[in-house]
Antibody, heavy 117, light 109 residues
Framework: QVQLVESGGGVVQPGGSLRVSCAAS????????MHWVRQAPGKGLEWVAV????????RYADSVKGRFTISRDNSKNTLYLQLNIPRAEDSAVYYC??????????WGQGTLVTVSS | EIVLTQSPGTLSLSPGDRATLSCRAS???????LAWYQQKPGQAPRLLIY???SRATGIPNRFSGSGSGTDFTLTISRLEPEDFAVYYC??????????FGQGTKVEIK
């Protein structure tokens, strides 16, 4: 069965850096685009970034462009999100999700990132 | 840039009632590229509907989606206790590529 398991969340200082990961299993990871979506405490869902199935292209939300980097290692079935120069408003649960030609059909359980000094 | 507006913000209903949730886009959504998700407290979102009206795998047929252009609707024909949750619409394909509405909470009256 499809499984997505995020890890790497925690407390990071404003202006610091953090990398969160998403380990995929149960499907051919290299065939699918992958996304990061976040949810601040008590708030709605915010799309963050997408990476094409082969890593050839990436797109970002304006709120994170230039600060966050999405990447993947298809040999390790793992998706990454590098958070650079995080701000307090980046505090959220970060979900990875598999894209099925547009809609996001499988989601991980999320990893909590807290930006605080 | 496309913006999705969901209404109402909260829907107070009883089990067995019919729920009608609205999602309005600021621009036409390409080819019906509109999805609906359900999220329960402490859980990840779950895909319910894609392509505006197609049910995802394993989704009960009491959930249905309709609409085109800028106006879309999620209907739950008869609410079951497990359907009380927050529902999000999402468009894919137009800037900002993947965007969510702000959500509608369906709560027990």
């Amino acid at each position: 069965q499809v499984q997505l398991v995020e890890s790497g969340g925690g407390v990071v200082q404003p202006g610091g850096s953090l990398r969160v990961s998403c380990a995929a299993s149960g499907f051919t990871f290299s065939n699918y685009g992958m996304h990061w979506v976040r949810q601040a405490p008590g708030k709605g869902l915010e799309w963050v970034a997408v990476i094409w199935y082969d890593g050839s292209n990436e797109r970002y939300a304006d709120s994170v462009k230039g600060r966050f980097t999405i990447s993947r290692d298809n040999s390790k079935n793992t998706l990454y999100l590098q958070l650079n120069i995080p701000r307090a408003e980046d505090s959220a649960v970060y979900y990875c999700a598999r894209e099925a030609g547009g809609p996001l059909d499988y989601w991980g359980q999320g990893t909590l990132v807290t930006v605080s000094s | 840039e496309i913006v999705l507006t969901q209404s109402p913000g909260t829907l107070s209903l009883s089990p067995g009632d019919r729920a009608t949730l609205s999602c309005r886009a600021s621009q036409s959504v390409s080819s019906g590229f509109l999805a609906w998700y359900q999220q329960k407290p402490g859980q990840a979102p779950r895909l319910l509907i894609y392509g505006a009206s197609s049910r995802a795998t394993g989704i009960p047929n009491r959930f249905s989606g309709s609409g085109s252009g800028t106006d879309f609707t999620l209907t739950i024909s008869r609410l079951e206790p497990e359907d009380f949750a927050v529902y999000y619409c999402q468009q894919y394909g137009r800037s900002p590529l993947w965007a969510f509405g702000q959500g509608t909470k369906v709560e027990i009256k």
